[in-house]
């Protein structure tokens, strides 16, 4: 996979599946966006110190302004949006304030930049963007005990089957994968009785996000792809 001279935007790069994304962008020769909110982020990210990154410290992703500066100059083969956040809840414990911090972090994060992605490679002959939904955006069971994010994480879902519609004769794809529970230190910490074998390690799930964003992915577009591994 040659990705030389491609400009790549990787929301939610300084985390764990977001490393792993960058990682392996950079080893296919691409050049990274990463944009970070704090500090520490940046500290902690492997690959701070890399010619080929430029870290942008973004405030908040639901904002348009702020959307605007990260895309500024940019003129991307793809976006890969990551940045979300996650809060559990049942549908009687989540009050409106809660509901929307997720619909903002997740939904109206990726549509905003979703937005501005389209609205560069429009200009540039076409590309690629990949979004992250999750388990409970194909199977809705699976977020009882976790609403908001439930409900957030579907309409991720959603805006990446109609925006493909939209864009495919621009030369567009666009396409989302669906992680189960991943292999991270913070959801090992969070739950220390889970068997971890069964989790889909981020690199894993890394390989299938680069794989869509990349142009030897040449037809598939509309696809919540499952990444699951065993569980």
Same mark, same amino acid.
């Given at each position: 996979?040659?990705?030389?001279?491609?400009?790549?935007?990787?929301?939610?790069?300084?985390?764990?599946?977001?490393?792993?994304?960058?990682?392996?962008?950079?080893?296919?020769?691409?050049?990274? !966006?990463?944009? /970070?909110?704090?500090?520490?982020?940046?500290? %902690?990210?492997?690959?701070?110190?890399?010619?080929? *990154?430029?870290?942008?410290?973004?405030?908040?992703?639901?904002?348009?302004?702020?959307?605007?500066?990260? /895309?500024?100059?940019?003129?991307?083969?793809?976006?890969?949006?990551?940045?979300?956040?996650?809060?559990?809840?049942?549908?009687?414990?989540?009050?409106?304030?809660?509901?929307?911090?997720?619909?903002?972090?997740?939904?109206?994060?990726?549509?905003?930049?979703?937005?501005?992605?389209?609205?560069?490679?429009? =200009?540039?002959?076409?590309? %690629? !963007?990949?979004?992250?939904?999750? %388990?409970?955006?194909?199977?809705?069971?699976?977020?009882?005990?976790?609403?908001?994010? =439930?409900?957030?994480? =579907?309409?991720? &879902?959603?805006?990446? *089957?109609?925006?493909?519609?939209?864009? &495919?004769?621009?030369? !567009?794809?666009?396409?989302?994968?669906?992680?189960? !529970?991943?292999?991270?230190?913070?959801? %090992?910490?969070?739950?220390?009785?889970?068997? /971890?074998?069964?989790?889909?390690?981020?690199?894993?799930?890394?390989? =299938?996000?680069?794989?869509?964003?990349?142009?030897?992915?040449?037809?598939?577009?509309?696809?919540?792809?499952?990444? /699951?591994?065993?569980?």
């Amino acid at each position: 996979m040659d990705l030389s001279g491609k400009q790549i935007v990787v929301t939610g790069g300084t985390g764990a599946l977001g490393t792993a994304v960058v990682s392996k962008l950079l080893a296919a020769g691409a050049t990274c !966006i990463v944009p /970070y909110v704090h500090e520490t982020e940046v500290q %902690r990210f492997p690959h701070r110190e890399d010619p080929n *990154v430029k870290l942008v410290a973004v405030s908040d992703l639901s904002d348009e302004t702020q959307v605007a500066k990260l /895309y500024s100059g940019v003129k991307p083969w793809a976006s890969i949006h990551i940045a979300g956040g996650f809060a559990a809840g049942k549908v009687a414990e989540t009050d409106k304030n809660a509901l929307m911090a997720q619909i903002d972090s997740n939904l109206v994060s990726c549509f905003l930049c979703c937005r501005a992605a389209v609205n560069a490679m429009l =200009t540039s002959g076409g590309g %690629r !963007i990949v979004n992250v939904a999750a %388990r409970p955006a194909l199977e809705w069971r699976f977020g009882a005990g976790m609403s908001a994010y =439930t409900v957030a994480k =579907t309409g991720v &879902a959603a805006l990446t *089957v109609e925006l493909a519609e939209e864009v &495919a004769k621009d030369g !567009i794809l666009v396409n989302a994968v669906a992680p189960s !529970i991943m292999d991270t230190p913070a959801n %090992r910490k969070a739950m220390p009785k889970a068997d /971890y074998s069964v989790w889909p390690k981020v690199e894993e799930v890394a390989a =299938t996000i680069v794989f869509l964003a990349s142009p030897e992915n040449r037809v598939t577009r509309g696809a919540i792809v499952p990444v /699951y591994g065993k569980s």
